[in-house]
Protein backbone atom coordinates (compact mmCIF):
# COMPACT_ATOMS: atom_id res chain seq x y z
CA UNK A 1 0.00 0.00 0.00
CA UNK A 2 1.85 3.25 -0.86
CA UNK A 3 0.85 6.27 0.73
CA UNK A 4 -1.43 7.40 -2.04
CA UNK A 5 -3.52 4.14 -1.92
CA UNK A 6 -4.37 0.62 -2.27
CA UNK A 7 -3.36 -1.99 -5.07
CA UNK A 8 -5.77 -4.29 -4.76
CA UNK A 9 -5.68 -7.96 -6.42
CA UNK A 10 -9.13 -9.92 -7.10
CA UNK A 11 -9.12 -13.26 -8.26
CA UNK A 12 -12.36 -13.74 -11.03
CA UNK A 13 -14.03 -10.76 -12.36
CA UNK A 14 -17.72 -11.49 -11.56
CA UNK A 15 -20.55 -10.39 -9.37
CA UNK A 16 -18.73 -10.48 -6.01
CA UNK A 17 -15.40 -9.17 -7.49
CA UNK A 18 -17.90 -6.17 -8.56
CA UNK A 19 -19.52 -6.48 -4.91
CA UNK A 20 -16.24 -6.32 -2.92
CA UNK A 21 -14.89 -3.25 -5.20
CA UNK A 22 -17.93 -1.09 -4.59
CA UNK A 23 -17.93 -2.28 -0.39
CA UNK A 24 -14.51 -0.84 -0.43
CA UNK A 25 -14.98 2.44 -2.29
CA UNK A 26 -17.87 2.81 -0.72
CA UNK A 27 -16.04 2.18 2.78
CA UNK A 28 -13.93 5.19 1.89
CA UNK A 29 -10.55 2.88 0.54
CA UNK A 30 -8.77 4.69 -1.95
CA UNK A 31 -7.89 1.77 -4.38
CA UNK A 32 -5.22 3.48 -6.52
CA UNK A 33 -4.41 0.00 -8.43
CA UNK A 34 -6.25 -2.99 -9.39
CA UNK A 35 -5.10 -6.13 -10.96
CA UNK A 36 -7.64 -8.60 -11.82
CA UNK A 37 -6.76 -11.98 -12.86
CA UNK A 38 -8.90 -13.56 -15.37
CA UNK A 39 -8.68 -17.29 -17.22
CA UNK A 40 -6.77 -16.91 -19.94
CA UNK A 41 -9.16 -15.70 -23.24
CA UNK A 42 -11.19 -14.23 -20.85
CA UNK A 43 -9.36 -10.68 -20.75
CA UNK A 44 -11.51 -8.64 -23.11
CA UNK A 45 -14.51 -9.63 -21.16
CA UNK A 46 -12.65 -8.65 -17.76
CA UNK A 47 -12.01 -5.67 -19.01
CA UNK A 48 -15.18 -4.64 -20.04
CA UNK A 49 -16.57 -6.09 -16.40
CA UNK A 50 -14.57 -3.58 -14.80
CA UNK A 51 -16.00 -0.73 -16.83
CA UNK A 52 -19.30 -1.30 -14.66
CA UNK A 53 -17.40 -1.39 -11.29
CA UNK A 54 -17.23 1.50 -8.76
CA UNK A 55 -13.46 1.60 -8.64
CA UNK A 56 -13.44 4.76 -7.80
CA UNK A 57 -10.92 5.77 -10.58
CA UNK A 58 -8.36 2.91 -9.76
CA UNK A 59 -5.82 2.11 -12.75
CA UNK A 60 -7.34 -1.24 -13.59
CA UNK A 61 -5.14 -4.08 -15.00
CA UNK A 62 -6.12 -7.42 -15.91
CA UNK A 63 -4.03 -10.61 -16.65
CA UNK A 64 -4.28 -14.37 -16.84
CA UNK A 65 -1.57 -15.93 -14.90
CA UNK A 66 -0.94 -15.83 -11.44
CA UNK A 67 2.61 -15.20 -12.07
CA UNK A 68 1.83 -12.29 -13.73
CA UNK A 69 -0.52 -11.36 -10.66
CA UNK A 70 2.54 -11.46 -8.12
CA UNK A 71 5.32 -9.58 -10.05
CA UNK A 72 2.53 -7.32 -10.22
CA UNK A 73 3.13 -6.86 -6.09
CA UNK A 74 -0.37 -6.30 -4.70
CA UNK A 75 -1.17 -5.62 -1.32
CA UNK A 76 -3.76 -8.15 -1.15
CA UNK A 77 -5.57 -10.07 -3.38
CA UNK A 78 -9.72 -11.72 -3.08
CA UNK A 79 -9.89 -14.53 -4.25
CA UNK A 80 -13.38 -14.55 -5.92
CA UNK A 81 -13.39 -16.97 -8.44
CA UNK A 82 -14.02 -20.81 -8.17
CA UNK A 83 -12.72 -23.69 -5.56
CA UNK A 84 -10.40 -24.44 -8.64
CA UNK A 85 -9.25 -21.21 -8.11
CA UNK A 86 -8.36 -21.77 -4.70
CA UNK A 87 -6.35 -24.75 -5.68
CA UNK A 88 -4.07 -23.25 -8.69
CA UNK A 89 -3.60 -20.10 -7.70
CA UNK A 90 -3.40 -19.33 -3.69
CA UNK A 91 -0.55 -21.67 -2.54
CA UNK A 92 1.61 -19.49 -4.72
CA UNK A 93 0.44 -16.25 -3.84
CA UNK A 94 1.29 -17.09 0.20
CA UNK A 95 4.17 -18.44 -0.89
CA UNK A 96 4.86 -15.08 -2.37
CA UNK A 97 4.16 -13.68 0.86
CA UNK A 98 0.75 -11.92 -0.68
CA UNK A 99 -1.96 -11.53 2.13
CA UNK A 100 -4.71 -13.70 0.57
CA UNK A 101 -8.83 -14.15 1.18
CA UNK A 102 -10.63 -16.52 -0.15
CA UNK A 103 -14.12 -16.96 -1.26
CA UNK A 104 -14.61 -20.23 -2.30
CA UNK A 105 -14.14 -22.19 1.03
CA UNK A 106 -15.18 -25.12 -0.59
CA UNK A 107 -11.88 -25.83 -2.07
CA UNK A 108 -11.17 -26.69 1.54
CA UNK A 109 -13.20 -29.95 1.83
CA UNK A 110 -10.76 -31.30 -0.86
CA UNK A 111 -7.78 -33.27 1.60
CA UNK A 112 -5.22 -32.30 -0.96
CA UNK A 113 -6.00 -29.08 -1.05
CA UNK A 114 -6.00 -28.85 2.28
CA UNK A 115 -2.52 -30.13 3.25
CA UNK A 116 -1.14 -27.72 0.55
CA UNK A 117 -2.51 -24.56 2.37
CA UNK A 118 -1.67 -26.24 5.67
CA UNK A 119 1.90 -26.62 4.29
CA UNK A 120 2.57 -23.05 4.07
CA UNK A 121 1.39 -22.01 7.92
CA UNK A 122 1.09 -18.73 6.52
CA UNK A 123 -0.67 -15.98 8.58
CA UNK A 124 -1.20 -14.46 5.65
CA UNK A 125 -4.16 -16.55 4.56
CA UNK A 126 -7.62 -15.43 5.28
CA UNK A 127 -11.13 -17.37 4.88
CA UNK A 128 -13.54 -14.86 4.44
CA UNK A 129 -17.33 -16.29 6.51
CA UNK A 130 -19.26 -15.50 2.78
CA UNK A 131 -22.77 -15.72 2.54
CA UNK A 132 -23.31 -16.93 6.25
CA UNK A 133 -22.64 -14.93 9.86
CA UNK A 134 -22.37 -16.34 13.73
CA UNK A 135 -19.21 -18.63 13.07
CA UNK A 136 -17.39 -16.96 16.25
CA UNK A 137 -20.31 -18.30 18.38
CA UNK A 138 -19.87 -21.58 16.64
CA UNK A 139 -16.17 -21.54 16.66
CA UNK A 140 -16.76 -20.42 20.88
CA UNK A 141 -18.68 -23.17 21.41
CA UNK A 142 -16.42 -26.20 19.93
CA UNK A 143 -14.44 -25.49 22.83
CA UNK A 144 -17.55 -26.79 24.62
CA UNK A 145 -17.75 -30.20 22.90
CA UNK A 146 -20.28 -29.66 19.92
CA UNK A 147 -22.13 -33.23 19.45
CA UNK A 148 -23.82 -31.96 16.44
CA UNK A 149 -24.36 -29.14 13.64
CA UNK A 150 -26.97 -28.87 11.23
CA UNK A 151 -26.65 -26.70 7.93
CA UNK A 152 -29.50 -26.13 6.06
CA UNK A 153 -29.46 -23.96 2.77
CA UNK A 154 -32.52 -22.74 0.96
CA UNK A 155 -32.34 -20.94 -2.74
CA UNK A 156 -35.45 -20.55 -5.14
CA UNK A 157 -35.15 -23.51 -7.03
CA UNK A 158 -33.66 -21.26 -10.46
CA UNK A 159 -30.25 -20.97 -8.34
CA UNK A 160 -29.53 -24.78 -8.43
CA UNK A 161 -28.28 -27.21 -11.19
CA UNK A 162 -30.82 -28.19 -13.34
CA UNK A 163 -33.29 -25.35 -12.76
CA UNK A 164 -36.78 -26.47 -12.22
CA UNK A 165 -39.85 -24.49 -10.54
CA UNK A 166 -40.67 -27.00 -7.49
CA UNK A 167 -39.63 -27.62 -3.96
CA UNK A 168 -36.91 -30.10 -4.08
CA UNK A 169 -34.56 -31.34 -1.41
CA UNK A 170 -31.26 -30.91 -3.51
CA UNK A 171 -28.55 -32.84 -1.24
CA UNK A 172 -28.54 -34.47 2.60
CA UNK A 173 -24.87 -35.12 3.81
CA UNK A 174 -22.05 -34.21 4.69
CA UNK A 175 -20.27 -30.81 4.54
CA UNK A 176 -17.71 -32.69 2.48
CA UNK A 177 -20.04 -33.96 -0.31
CA UNK A 178 -21.99 -31.19 -0.53
CA UNK A 179 -19.21 -28.70 -0.60
CA UNK A 180 -17.25 -30.75 -3.60
CA UNK A 181 -20.74 -31.42 -5.35
CA UNK A 182 -22.04 -28.32 -5.12
CA UNK A 183 -19.26 -25.74 -5.69
CA UNK A 184 -21.14 -22.48 -6.27
CA UNK A 185 -24.01 -23.19 -3.51
CA UNK A 186 -22.30 -25.38 -0.61
CA UNK A 187 -19.32 -22.97 0.48
CA UNK A 188 -21.07 -21.63 3.87
CA UNK A 189 -21.12 -25.61 4.37
CA UNK A 190 -17.28 -25.57 4.24
CA UNK A 191 -17.46 -22.32 6.31
CA UNK A 192 -19.48 -24.03 9.20
CA UNK A 193 -17.83 -26.94 8.97
CA UNK A 194 -14.40 -25.25 9.46
CA UNK A 195 -15.92 -23.23 12.48
CA UNK A 196 -17.80 -26.14 14.11
CA UNK A 197 -16.90 -30.32 13.72
CA UNK A 198 -15.00 -30.46 10.68
CA UNK A 199 -16.00 -31.72 6.96
CA UNK A 200 -17.16 -35.27 7.55
CA UNK A 201 -19.26 -34.14 10.79
CA UNK A 202 -21.15 -31.64 10.06
CA UNK A 203 -25.19 -32.36 8.64
CA UNK A 204 -26.05 -30.62 5.58
CA UNK A 205 -29.45 -30.49 3.98
CA UNK A 206 -29.90 -28.23 0.36
CA UNK A 207 -33.27 -27.07 -0.70
CA UNK A 208 -34.75 -25.47 -3.53
CA UNK A 209 -37.79 -24.01 -2.36
CA UNK A 210 -40.13 -21.73 -4.36
CA UNK A 211 -41.63 -19.99 -1.67
CA UNK A 212 -37.74 -18.31 -1.03
CA UNK A 213 -36.63 -15.19 -2.59
CA UNK A 214 -33.86 -14.45 -0.85
CA UNK A 215 -30.72 -17.15 -0.17
CA UNK A 216 -31.63 -18.66 3.32
CA UNK A 217 -28.83 -19.95 5.46
CA UNK A 218 -30.31 -21.66 8.84
CA UNK A 219 -27.39 -23.47 11.33
CA UNK A 220 -28.13 -25.08 14.34
CA UNK A 221 -25.84 -26.75 17.08
CA UNK A 222 -25.58 -28.88 20.31
CA UNK A 223 -22.77 -28.17 22.57
CA UNK A 224 -21.43 -28.21 25.74
CA UNK A 225 -22.21 -24.70 26.51
CA UNK A 226 -25.23 -23.63 24.45
CA UNK A 227 -27.60 -24.82 21.59
CA UNK A 228 -27.84 -22.37 19.20
CA UNK A 229 -30.05 -21.48 16.09
CA UNK A 230 -29.26 -19.06 13.91
CA UNK A 231 -30.24 -17.58 10.39
CA UNK A 232 -29.17 -15.59 7.93
CA UNK A 233 -31.44 -13.95 5.04
CA UNK A 234 -29.19 -12.98 1.94
CA UNK A 235 -29.80 -10.87 -0.69
CA UNK A 236 -29.13 -12.57 -3.99
CA UNK A 237 -26.24 -10.86 -6.27
CA UNK A 238 -28.62 -9.10 -8.88
CA UNK A 239 -25.63 -10.42 -11.60
CA UNK A 240 -25.92 -13.94 -10.01
CA UNK A 241 -28.49 -14.90 -7.96
CA UNK A 242 -26.54 -18.08 -6.93
CA UNK A 243 -24.94 -15.73 -5.09
CA UNK A 244 -25.45 -13.61 -1.67
CA UNK A 245 -24.44 -9.83 -1.77
CA UNK A 246 -23.08 -11.00 1.96
CA UNK A 247 -20.53 -12.99 0.67
CA UNK A 248 -19.17 -10.20 -1.41
CA UNK A 249 -19.32 -7.54 1.68
CA UNK A 250 -17.58 -10.37 3.60
CA UNK A 251 -14.70 -10.47 1.52
CA UNK A 252 -14.28 -6.86 1.23
CA UNK A 253 -14.57 -6.57 5.52
CA UNK A 254 -11.78 -8.69 5.66
CA UNK A 255 -10.19 -7.06 3.30
CA UNK A 256 -10.20 -3.85 5.42
CA UNK A 257 -9.40 -5.37 9.01
CA UNK A 258 -6.29 -6.39 7.01
CA UNK A 259 -4.85 -3.49 5.56
CA UNK A 260 -6.92 -1.11 8.62
CA UNK A 261 -3.50 -1.19 10.49
CA UNK A 262 -2.06 0.52 7.14
CA UNK A 263 -4.79 2.87 6.86
CA UNK A 264 -4.37 3.77 10.55
CA UNK A 265 -0.59 4.70 9.98
CA UNK A 266 -1.00 6.85 7.04
CA UNK A 267 -4.02 8.23 8.66
CA UNK A 268 -1.31 9.33 11.47
CA UNK A 269 1.54 10.59 7.90
CA UNK A 270 -1.37 12.56 6.60
CA UNK A 271 -3.11 14.04 10.02
N1 LIG B 1 -18.24 -18.37 0.84
C1 LIG B 1 -19.45 -18.08 0.36
O1 LIG B 1 -20.41 -17.86 1.12
C2 LIG B 1 -19.67 -17.99 -1.11
C3 LIG B 1 -18.64 -18.28 -1.99
N2 LIG B 1 -18.84 -18.20 -3.34
C4 LIG B 1 -17.70 -18.48 -4.23
O2 LIG B 1 -17.36 -17.27 -4.91
C5 LIG B 1 -17.23 -17.53 -6.28
C6 LIG B 1 -17.49 -16.27 -7.09
O3 LIG B 1 -18.85 -15.92 -7.03
P1 LIG B 1 -19.48 -14.97 -8.14
O4 LIG B 1 -18.62 -13.80 -8.38
O5 LIG B 1 -20.88 -14.76 -7.79
O6 LIG B 1 -19.40 -15.92 -9.43
P2 LIG B 1 -19.42 -15.44 -10.95
O7 LIG B 1 -19.73 -16.66 -11.74
O8 LIG B 1 -20.28 -14.23 -11.11
O9 LIG B 1 -17.92 -14.99 -11.22
C7 LIG B 1 -16.82 -15.83 -11.06
C8 LIG B 1 -15.79 -15.44 -12.10
O10 LIG B 1 -14.56 -16.08 -11.77
C9 LIG B 1 -13.98 -16.59 -12.95
N3 LIG B 1 -13.07 -17.68 -12.62
C10 LIG B 1 -13.36 -18.94 -12.22
N4 LIG B 1 -12.22 -19.63 -12.02
C11 LIG B 1 -11.20 -18.79 -12.28
C12 LIG B 1 -9.79 -18.90 -12.25
N5 LIG B 1 -9.19 -20.07 -11.93
N6 LIG B 1 -9.02 -17.83 -12.56
C13 LIG B 1 -9.61 -16.65 -12.90
N7 LIG B 1 -10.93 -16.48 -12.97
C14 LIG B 1 -11.72 -17.54 -12.65
C15 LIG B 1 -15.17 -17.03 -13.80
O11 LIG B 1 -14.81 -17.10 -15.16
C16 LIG B 1 -16.18 -15.91 -13.51
O12 LIG B 1 -16.00 -14.81 -14.40
C17 LIG B 1 -18.18 -18.71 -6.55
O13 LIG B 1 -17.78 -19.43 -7.69
C18 LIG B 1 -18.03 -19.53 -5.29
O14 LIG B 1 -16.93 -20.41 -5.41
C19 LIG B 1 -20.04 -17.79 -3.84
C20 LIG B 1 -21.08 -17.50 -2.99
C21 LIG B 1 -20.98 -17.59 -1.56
O1 LIG C 1 -24.15 -17.03 -1.57
C1 LIG C 1 -24.80 -17.86 -0.92
O2 LIG C 1 -25.93 -17.62 -0.46
C2 LIG C 1 -24.20 -19.19 -0.56
C3 LIG C 1 -23.44 -19.87 -1.61
O3 LIG C 1 -23.63 -19.66 -2.78
C4 LIG C 1 -22.44 -20.83 -1.19
O4 LIG C 1 -22.47 -21.26 -0.02
O5 LIG C 1 -21.59 -21.19 -2.02
Wanted: aromatic residues 4%.
Amino acid sequence: MTKEGLHLGLIGSGSMAATVVAALTDAGVRIERLSVLVRPGREAAGEDAITEWKTGGAVSRVISSVEELIALEPDIVGECASQQAVASCVPSLLAAGIETVIASVGALADPDILASLYQIRSEKFHIATGAVAGMDGLSAARLSGLTEVVYTGRKPPSSWPGGGTDYAIIFKGSAREAALQFPKNANVAATVALAGIGFDRTQVLLIADPECSNNVHEISFVSGCARGNFRMEGVPSPDNPKTSLTAGYSVANVILNAIRPVLQTIARNVV
